[in-house]
């Protein structure tokens, strides 16, 4: 005789049943007023979710949450000084470092002398230079060189040098390389939602492969490595479900070029809803932004310290953020789990959700002649202007709650002697090809009228 399951003891509910359920012990009150969560993204979130949510959802790619890596960023200054502290940092935990380098005459050899050749590094590179990006990829092959100069446009308003140039240069280093990165985390940092910041990724992505696919052949293009830079924010399931999202977009538009259709997302907590009183509480938003990170499976991710909106970079902040990890990998076992979040009907039905409503935004970018003609044209700049203008309504109101900030306010916390760094927005007047999009946190314009008040 057959053992039954222990789940043969319970009957199947249906989705209508629980619904009816729930309209009765309302007594009357209107379920969707009172139950339903409209997100910003024009989601409609239910109280409950059952397997018949996602019966006929497309199949997603696995992904392996258990090899993600710790990142540590540093700002390469001083070369010395950059080495010894990245020695430092990986003998601290760390499994990996990314250099930003802000000028051309850097000596590679020095900056990774001491640094096993196995370690997995990260290049920024604020610059266009072939020649170095060659050198850096002979002396440390186990690298992942950023070059991104769309965003570099859209971030700043201006290509490196020209138009011309700047894709001599990047055709250059990407015959070397073969990797190229999209920054979409300018997109959330200006205040983006996240289809919108999925459908900008997809279409920043898009105009790369528009461009190369005249000039490469298939197996050139089989050999490209796409990375994507992305923030997470404190909205946990909706962030898990973006990085998902992000692979089964990725999947579909590849497959079109006859691409690689696997990606590598590098993650790391927003500034947007980073505060400057109550700094403490950014602990707190960091590490279940890193949860979401790690639970969305993301390949790699850099840690935010505290108090980064105003301070330099410092031994204890850097350790807090580096211990954050540390403690999600080895203390919460965040790396023991495939996929985690698989069978979760609630992320999944998300995870379709908001691949769908990208998928759309992202075909109304390409039928406006693509992502460049719409920054170009400021459409791109004006649909962010007006989400984060939407989002800063929600502060204000008390809707989207920053503790510490625009709730629970502790009238003695003062910060006007702490500032290290200027922390807010500073605008420089200067010549644009076209609107730059502005990264801007949501407390900036309450911070800056209570610290008048101090």
């Given amino acids: ?49 059952v397997s018949e949510d996602i019966e006929n959802l497309p199949i997603e790619k696995s992904v392996d949450c258990t090899q993600w890596q710790i990142c540590e960023t540093i700002f390469v200054a001083d070369v010395e000084k950059s080495n010894q502290h990245a020695i430092a940092l990986l003998r601290q935990g760390a499994d990996t470092i990314k250099f930003i380098l802000p000028q051309k005459d850097i000596d590679i050899k020095g900056l990774l002398e001491g ?7 990260y290049f920024e590179f604020q610059f266009l230079n072939p020649e170095l990006v060659a050198e850096v990829k002979k002396t440390h092959p186990n690298s992942n060189l950023e070059t991104d100069i769309i965003g570099n446009l859209a971030r700043s308003g201006n290509w490196f040098t020209n138009l011309k140039d700047d894709h001599q240069k990047f055709e250059a280093i990407i015959k070397n390389t073969k990797q190229i990165s999209i920054d979409a985390a300018l997109y959330q940092n200006a205040g983006a939602n996240i289809t919108q910041q999925l459908a900008y990724a997809l279409s920043h992505a898009n105009a790369y492969l528009d461009h190369l696919t005249s000039n490469s052949t298939e197996k050139e293009m089989k050999e490209l490595e796409f990375s994507f830079k992305m923030t997470i924010s404190s909205n946990y399931f909706f962030e898990i479900a973006k990085l998902k999202a992000m692979r089964l977009l990725w999947e579909c538009l ?29 602990m707190l938003r960091t590490t279940t932004e890193c949860m979401s990170a790690i639970l969305g499976g993301a390949n790699t991710i850099n840690n935010l310290a505290y108090d980064t909106v105003f301070k330099k970079v410092n031994d204890f902040g850097e350790r807090i953020s580096l211990n954050q990890l540390l403690v999600l990998k080895h203390e919460s076992y965040l790396d023991k789990v495939v996929n985690p979040t ?62 510490g900030t625009n709730k629970y306010i502790n009238p003695q916390d003062q910060m006007t002697d702490q500032l290290e760094l200027y922390p807010f927005l500073k605008m420089a007047p200067r010549k644009t090809l076209l609107e730059p999009i502005i990264e801007k946190r949501i407390s900036d314009p309450q911070e800056q009228n209570r610290l008048k008040t101090e």
């Fill in 115 to 121: 640094i096993p050749k196995e370690t997995l590094l």
């Fill in 254 to 282: 590849s497959k079109e070029y006859q691409a690689n259709s696997s990606c590598h997302i590098f993650a790391q907590p927003t500034k947007r809803n980073k505060t400057l009183f109550d700094y403490n509480a950014n």
């Fill in 1 to 49: 005789m057959m053992s039954k399951s222990l789940f043969d003891e319970f009957p199947n509910i249906s989705s209508k049943q629980w619904k009816q359920k729930l309209q009765f012990d309302l007594k009357g009150a209107d379920y969707n007023d009172l139950l339903i969560w409209h997100s910003n993204e024009g989601i409609d979130v239910k109280p409950f979710y």
């Fill in 342 to 403: 698989e069978g979760a009907y609630y992320i999944e039905t998300l995870t379709n959700q908001l691949a769908q409503k990208a998928l759309d935004i992202f075909k109304d970018i390409e039928a406006g002649g693509g992502f460049l003609t719409q920054l170009k044209d400021g459409v791109i700049q004006k649909k962010i202007k007006e989400s984060s203008q939407k989002e800063l309504e929600q502060f204000d109101n008390k809707e989207l709650v920053l503790v």
